[in-house]
């Protein structure tokens, strides 16, 4: 495999003690029609169950091929790879259910320690052209900044929030592109990946033979594991709502890009009626699983 596809977020942000994982992802530059194809293989009923990124699905949005895609192809390497690279980059032979066709996915090196803002200095205005740009492709995603948890904030903090949801699902393996935005966005480390701010999934139940027990919290049936809704994190094997988002407040006050927080020793933690979702206060609605589209968290 060559190397030269491989993007290293920890070295792109130069971030200390960055903890990479291995995941299967669409490459860079393959064209709509051909992640097409390779979905409409994967996703027979037979080999996987696509829902999630179907209309009303826990991934629906962003709703566009390649992020569904991001999603796709990791959950189908997780469940039929069995570890083999060749499986998701297409050259496994013979394989069933078959490897991840046209040679559109190869593993890439992924961390969760970053993500996408407005640089500083950015005016308002080039700052509301951004949010103007995103608002169709991430429909739902802006109930936050229109009417939720950050809608009183400034246009700048408006800007990073839409900015590094476009962001997320990209980070693997088209960060820079993702975080361009005309040269006003910027990559930095996010401290709440080490802080509590990584939303894990999986809860650790089966669901096989029975439904998922009523003591895993809110949960689905995706592949016989029994995985939490969305807004929710599996924490000591039951799905709730997380609050440390990881930031700290014992010199400065707590970032408004993390939403609504209070400062509780030293801690910026959610407050009540938000969860934090890799570091970010969230209301229910908006706990989107996108923050989670690597899925590499994901036991399926």
Not at 129 to 135: K, S
Not at 172 to 199: H, L, M, Q, R, W
Not at 229 to 247: L, N
């Amino acid at each position: 495999m060559s190397t030269t596809r491989i993007f290293f977020v920890c070295a792109a942000v130069a971030v200390a003690g960055c903890v990479a994982d291995e995941q299967c992802r669409p490459m860079p530059l393959k064209s709509p029609d051909s992640l097409g194809y390779a979905l409409g293989v994967i996703c027979n009923p037979a080999y996987m169950d696509c829902t999630p990124v179907n209309p009303g699905g826990k991934y629906e949005f962003p709703n566009d091929i390649y992020a569904h895609a991001g999603w796709a192809f990791q959950a189908y390497h997780a469940l039929h790879g069995k570890g083999n690279p060749k499986f998701c980059t297409g050259e496994l032979a013979g394989a069933n259910p078959p490897a991840i066709p046209n040679h559109v996915a190869d593993i890439f090196q992924c961390n969760v320690s970053s993500k996408c803002q407005l640089k500083p200095g950015v005016s308002d205005a080039d700052a509301s052209g951004i949010i103007g740009y995103m608002r169709p492709q991430l429909g739902l995603l802006c109930a936050p900044i229109d009417t939720g948890i950050l809608m009183n904030a400034t246009v700048q903090v408006k800007a990073s929030y839409v900015m590094n949801i476009h962001y997320q699902p990209e980070a693997c393996n088209n960060g820079k592109e993702a975080c361009d935005f005309s040269g006003n966005g910027e990559i930095v480390p996010d401290d709440s990946a080490s802080g509590g701010g990584t939303c894990i999934n999986d809860s650790g139940g089966t669901c096989s033979l029975l439904s998922c027990a009523s003591t895993r919290g809110p949960t689905t049936c995706i592949n016989g594991a029994c995985v939490c809704d969305s807004g929710y994190c599996a924490i000591d094997g039951a799905c709730s709502c997380p609050q440390d988002t990881g930031g700290t407040c014992a010199h400065l006050s707590c970032d408004g890009t993390r939403g609504p927080t209070n400062c509780v020793k030293g801690k910026c933690l959610c407050k009540v009626g938000t969860c934090a979702i890799k570091g970010m206060c969230l209301d229910s609605t908006a706990a989107w699983a996108v923050f989670n589209n690597s899925t590499a968290e994901i036991t399926v």
